[in-house]
């Protein structure tokens, strides 16, 4: 996860130097993408438990 982190602060830094690289949104498409993997990995963890 620290990954992630310091990838969305590079993202989020480019963005302040250079608004045309549409960084912002390629820093919320990937926080969208991680929030989905996050929440299937819950929902898989909670049918593991659940059927145990």
């Known amino acids: 996860m620290e990954n992630y982190e310091r990838v969305l602060s590079g993202f989020e ?3 302040l130097k250079d608004p045309g690289l549409n960084s912002s949104e390629e820093v919320q498409q990937i926080v ?3 929030d989905k993997i996050d929440n ?3 929902v898989s963890l909670q049918k593991l438990c ?3």
Do not use: E, G, Q
């Open 40 to 42: 299937s990995i819950k």
């Open 50 to 52: 659940f059927n145990a």
């Open 32 to 34: 969208t993408l991680l």
């Open 13 to 15: 830094a480019a963005a």
